[in-house]
């Protein structure tokens, strides 16, 4: 069984798609994350979500909107997607509502996005 | 601006011998610290952490050394064995105004264990 899974695993597309990636996870924890990996290997966090509510938005393109539809669930949806978008974006769940601390994250494995 | 550095991208190491990853902070209200290790086409797993009280962690073959006033931390792998060849990722919160701040991630380094 597959605690946090993503999809697609790969994703490629032209510059001024639309595009989402969907998150979800079984281990009913009550916070789930995004997290951008870029070029540089920088694994950083984009969005948290507290059942369903959003308690953390870096500093990302309004461009990028996540959507919790259950706790379960969260999505990421990309408009108007742009060459340095190309990244590998991970989901995460953690039970508590803190992003650090000793609050273990759980990992997806990832969505490769290629942006042409 | 780099919170969290891991300066070497690359180890390679002996099967059997001591594995010896380091990370660097700059930020000093950091009061937790994590590694994570990851295989390519996975996700980050957590492996091991240490809140800021303390100054050593052990769980089986993995220790995690923290040195507050160097701002520095490292992760101890003995013996090192084959399935250990993997990424691992150095990370680190602390409290900020007042409440709990986001995982700061290393850019990784990337352990070779050789047979």
């Known amino acids: 069984d597959t605690a946090v899974s993503q999809t697609p695993k790969y994703l490629v597309t032209q510059m001024g798609n639309d595009k989402s990636i969907k998150c979800e996870q079984n281990?009913?924890?009550?916070?789930m994350y995004w997290y951008k990996q870029d070029s540089k290997k920088f694994l950083k966090i984009m969005f948290s979500?507290?059942?369903?509510?959003?308690?953390i938005n870096e500093t990302v393109p309004n461009r990028f909107s996540p959507k919790s539809p259950d706790k379960a669930h969260l999505n990421l949806h990309i408009n108007s997607l742009e060459l340095g978008d190309s990244a590998v974006y991970f989901c995460?769940?953690?039970?508590?509502?803190?992003?650090?601390?000793?609050?273990?994250?759980?990992f997806g494995p990832g969505t490769r996005l290629t942006v042409l | 601006d780099q919170q969290v550095k891991q300066n070497s991208p690359s180890l390679s190491v002996q099967e059997g011998r001591i594995s010896i990853l380091n990370c660097d902070y700059t930020?000093?209200?950091?009061?937790?610290f994590l590694w994570y290790k990851k295989y390519p086409a996975e996700g980050p797993t957590f492996l091991i952490s240490?809140?800021?009280?303390?100054d050593k962690n052990e769980d089986g073959r993995f220790t995690v050394f923290l040195n507050k006033s160097a701002k520095h931390l490292s992760l101890h792998i003995v013996p090192s064995q084959p399935g250990d060849s993997a990424v691992y990722f150095c990370?680190?919160?602390?409290?900020?105004?007042?409440?709990?701040?986001?995982?700061?991630f290393g850019k990784g380094t990337k352990l070779s264990v050789k047979p």
């Open positions: 995460a769940s953690s039970q508590g509502g803190m992003a650090g601390g000793d609050n273990e994250q759980f």
């Open positions: 281990l009913g924890h009550d916070t």
């Open positions: 979500y507290n059942n369903k509510e959003l308690i």
């Open positions: 930020n000093s209200m950091f009061d937790y």
């Open positions: 240490i809140s800021s009280i303390k």
């Open positions: 990370a680190a919160s602390g409290y900020f105004g007042g409440s709990q701040g986001n995982l700061i």
